[in-house]
T-cell receptor
């Protein structure tokens, strides 16, 4: 069955710390991968996406993610977090070719201490 | 970027009544709209997908007679929760994509509380 797993439910970091949020997927065939962020009280926003090509994808606000096919992973990284990065982060997957139906992970809450 | 709005942002209704939630794409034509439900501290669960002018496709376990979806135009889809019960209380989120379906744009969500 298709699924997306996020291993960390809640991550607490101090400002300037480095961030890595894990995401693993189980999907038959070609897959498109996404990271979304949901700031408190706001709607989901796309951080970055991977369809094909360079497996290291750069997104907005200094975030990047690396697609490692052999590990079925698409981890999100940021070298130095800020207090304003406090939010919920969702990894999602969809069948290749078109976005189609997204399957979301359970989300990781990131709290950044000033 | 593309903007999707939802109305209302929050609604409280009594058990047994029906509630309609609107989802609008403000600056693009949404050929496909998606409706999700998000429980506290859980992920978004896709309820149904609707293409403009067609009947919605519901995910397994979602009652189509309870959650009525209409996508009558390229900028508007509505979700009607009929005969609402307290267990229907949740956060409902819509998203929309254009003909390319390469990206979904999410609305801000509607908090439904059924008393």
């Amino acid at each position: 069955a298709q699924s997306v797993s996020q291993h960390n439910h809640h991550v607490i970091l101090s400002e300037a710390a480095s961030l890595e949020l894990g995401c693993n997927y189980s999907y038959g065939g070609t897959v498109n991968l996404f990271w979304y962020v949901q700031y408190p009280g706001q709607h989901l926003q796309l951080l970055l996406k991977y369809f094909s090509g360079d497996p290291l994808v750069k997104g907005i606000k200094g975030f990047e993610a690396e697609f490692i096919k052999s590990k079925f992973s698409f981890n999100l990284r940021k070298p130095s977090v800020q207090w304003s990065d406090t939010a919920e982060y969702f990894c999602a997957a969809a069948g290749g070719g078109s976005q189609g139906n997204l399957i979301f992970g359970k989300g990781t809450k990131l709290s950044v201490k000033p | 970027g593309a903007v999707v709005s939802q109305h209302p942002s929050r609604v409280i209704c009594k058990s047994g009544t029906s509630v309609k939630i609107e989802c609008r794409s403000l600056d693009f034509q949404a050929t496909t709209m998606f409706w999700y439900r998000q429980f506290p501290k859980q992920s978004l669960m896709l309820m149904a997908t609707s293409n403009e002018g067609s009947k919605a496709t519901y995910e397994q376990g979602v009652e189509k007679d309870k959650f009525l979806i209409n996508h009558a135009s390229l900028t508007l889809s509505t979700l009607t929760v009929t005969s609402a019960h307290p267990e229907d209380s949740s956060f409902y989120i819509c998203s929309a994509s254009d003909r390319s379906r390469l990206e979904q744009y999410f609305g801000p969500g509607t908090r439904l509380t059924v008393t």
